[in-house]
């Protein structure tokens, strides 16, 4: 078993691809870090989500029902940038695109490089090695949550196999970087951090559509 992302069409996949290349090449801060002295190699797509506070609630109610992310199509496409030739493969940036719907075309978002990425492909690679993908198939993707600071893979099994989020370095809330933790579990934790932090201008919190049990809404991890 395994984890697995969703196939692009290989046209779009291919557009992707093209845009991230003119971009960070003529970038010279990032030029002078992935195009020499060794080139880079694009990883497999991976979709990721960004979900403000009310997106936040709606994925609550969707992962109690068993949906997670599936709801929801991706706020864009991540590529793990990897040093080409170096042993094993390193990754040392990567770059977000989206689909722009109305023209068609690919959206560069943004590169970065540094530790992140490295965090990143460790974190998956960890995950795979965790007796919960051996056993079982997940599609893998992205949750960033910025409000509350949030960089997160979510696995989401196939069939009954469960759904996870694994918290990327660095850390907050008292989570472990690149431990397998119940979605539901540490959502409903991230919750309760939500309706407790100040809000701009007293804006209501949006309750998920279905209440949180009281006897659940406080985990210790």
């Given at each position: 078993?395994?984890?697995?992302?969703?196939?692009?069409?290989r046209?779009?996949?291919?557009?992707?691809?093209?845009a991230?290349?003119?971009?960070?090449?003529?970038l010279?801060?990032?030029?002078e870090?992935?195009c020499?002295?060794?080139?880079?190699?694009?990883?497999?797509?991976?979709?990721?989500?960004?979900?403000?506070?009310?997106?936040?609630?709606?994925?609550?109610?969707?992962?109690?029902?068993?949906?997670?992310?599936?709801?929801?199509?991706?706020?864009?496409?991540?590529?793990?940038?990897?040093?080409?030739?170096?042993?094993?493969?390193?990754?040392?940036?990567?770059?977000?695109?989206?689909?722009?719907?109305?023209?068609?075309?690919?959206?560069?978002?943004?590169?970065?490089?540094?530790?992140?990425?490295f965090?990143?492909?460790?974190?998956?690679?960890?995950?795979?090695?965790?007796?919960?993908?051996?056993?079982?198939?997940?599609?893998?993707?992205?949750?960033?949550?910025?409000?509350?600071?949030?960089?997160?893979?979510w696995?989401?099994?196939?069939?009954?196999?469960?759904s996870?989020?694994?918290?990327?370095?660095?850390?907050?809330?008292?989570?472990n970087?690149?431990?397998?933790?119940?979605?539901?579990?540490?959502?409903?934790?991230?919750?309760?951090?939500?309706?407790?932090?100040?809000?701009?201008?007293?804006?209501?919190?949006?309750?998920?559509?279905?209440?949180?049990?009281?006897?659940?809404?406080?985990?210790?991890?």
């Open positions: 078993m395994a984890l697995h992302l969703h196939e692009l069409p046209v779009i996949r291919a557009m992707f691809e093209e991230i290349i003119q971009e960070i090449c003529v010279p801060s990032v030029s870090v992935l020499a002295p060794k080139p880079v190699i694009l990883s497999a797509p991976i979709p990721f989500h960004v979900l403000d506070l009310e997106e936040f609630s709606y994925l609550i109610t969707q992962t109690l029902h068993g949906e997670g992310l599936r709801w929801r199509e991706p706020t864009g496409w991540r590529f793990l940038l990897m040093r080409k030739n170096a042993m094993p493969h390193t990754a040392v940036g990567y770059a977000d695109v989206a689909l722009d719907l109305e023209s068609n075309s690919a959206q560069f978002l943004q590169v970065s490089c540094g530790q992140g990425a965090w990143m492909a460790q974190a998956i690679e960890q995950a795979e090695g965790t007796s919960e993908v051996k056993a079982k198939d997940f599609d893998l993707s992205i949750l960033e949550i910025p409000a509350l600071s949030l960089d997160a893979l696995l989401q099994g196939h069939a009954s196999g469960g996870f989020l694994v918290p990327l370095r660095p850390a907050y809330h008292d989570l970087a690149a431990q397998l933790y119940p979605a539901a579990d540490l959502l409903k934790r991230l919750y309760e951090v939500a309706v407790n932090q100040p809000r701009m201008n007293n804006a209501p919190w949006d309750e998920p559509t279905d209440p949180l049990p009281a006897s659940e809404q406080v985990y210790q991890i």
